[in-house]
């Protein structure tokens, strides 16, 4: 006898996973290309089989360490700037490239605008802009003319790869530094997404990496805009990539372009480790809303929302968010509106120890 047989598996309290590719945007202008396009690369040899070594190329390099350190690239390639521009517009899509987290002019400083415009409001990605080197010379003014805000950091000063024969001694931004550090801690160490990749622990940039410059402790205050005392002047931080002694060269920032206040604690989203926490639950709000679109907005879906988003949070509470709280708002009948509001922990940025010396309580015989 025929038959029919239809089963109905309820998934709705199971939540999404988000990707843990990191994925970094490097575009590279080459006359002698004829197709534009956009390429996905996951390892070196995907690298050396798609393009042959351009060892003087600072936008081969930036490819080529970061998927060293464990690092996804996707490479745009173009003959010219404008049709590179082309490509940089497709970026601008979330639904298109969702793990896409870094965006680098790949040392092409005249993109820069057309990134900015294109990507500026983009808000789950972080621009990494290269500058002319020559400002590396005036710690105290370096910032002048930079982009600022949340979604922009910068890292100085350039730096050649002085232990790689390959690439050796050619200039390249501070940012691969801080790129490589990220790899190196999130893949190497196995460290989630939100861990700085700064300081001594986590900050050691990549191998070979020498700085430019050795910038004094007081140059390394005016890049960060802090006083003698760490606290907070006017201005657009710079996060500092210095050599300490038998440590090697570390990334010893973790601030956004976001201006400063004088006197005033650094707000979360000027604290760059803090914007990955934020990065992460813009994918996974942009994936989940997706996955909710053209359901019955009924109350039981906002409980859903709710459940999911709560699961999501699990991870980060106390050990990087100390609440997540969700709301729903009321509005059309097709319209599903809600407000998830995140406490970040922020991140140590100044530290202040005292050392006290007091009289010894043990009493004394005198003759």
């Not at 360490?65 to 490509?87: D, F, I, P, Q």
């Not at 907005?297 to 709280?325: G, H």
Request: net charge negative.
């Amino acid at each position: 006898m025929a038959q029919l047989i239809i089963k109905e598996d309820d998934k709705t309290s199971s939540p999404l996973k988000l990707s843990s590719e990191v994925l970094v945007f490097v575009p590279i202008v080459d006359e002698a290309l004829t197709d534009d396009a956009l390429t996905k690369l996951e390892s070196v040899n995907d690298l050396l089989n798609h393009r042959q070594a351009e060892n003087k190329n600072v936008a081969y390099i930036i490819a080529h360490r970061c998927l060293t350190y464990g690092l996804h690239v996707l490479l745009g390639e173009a003959s010219n700037n404008a049709k590179m521009e082309t490509l940089i517009e497709k970026l601008g899509d979330q639904d298109a490239y969702p793990t896409l987290r870094f965006v680098t002019d790949g040392g092409y400083t005249d993109l820069n605008e057309k990134i900015k415009a294109i990507l500026g409001d983009r808000p789950d990605v972080l621009l990494l802009l290269d500058y002319d080197a020559d400002k590396d010379k005036n710690p105290s003014t370096l910032s002048q003319g930079l982009a600022t805000g949340r979604n922009y950091s910068y890292f100085a000063p350039h730096g050649t790869l002085t232990a790689l024969n390959d690439f050796k001694d050619t200039p390249v931004p501070g940012y691969l530094a801080y790129l490589c550090a990220f790899g190196k801690s999130i893949v190497d160490s196995g460290n989630p997404n939100y861990i700085a990749p700064a300081g001594l622990t986590y900050g050691i940039a990549l191998d070979g990496f020498k700085p430019t410059i050795a910038y004094s402790k007081a140059e390394r205050l005016a890049l960060e805009c802090k006083d003698a005392e760490g606290v907070p002047t006017v201005g657009t931080p710079i996060n500092p990539i210095v050599e300490l002694g038998n440590y090697g060269v570390v990334i010893w920032g973790n601030a956004t372009a976001e201006i400063s206040q004088a006197g005033k604690e650094r707000k979360s989203s000027s604290i760059l480790s803090n914007r990955h926490i934020s990065y992460d639950f813009l994918k996974y709000l942009n994936a989940l809303g997706n996955d909710l679109m053209f359901r019955q907005n009924s109350s039981s879906l906002f409980t859903e929302f709710r459940t999911k988003v709560i699961q999501f949070a699990s991870p980060y509470l106390e050990s990087a968010i100390e609440s997540c709280n969700i709301y729903k708002v009321p509005t059309s009948r097709t319209t599903f509106s809600a407000i998830v509001e995140i406490a970040e922990i922020g991140a140590v940025d100044v530290i202040k120890l005292n050392l006290n010396l007091v009289d010894s309580s043990v009493a004394t015989n005198e003759e």
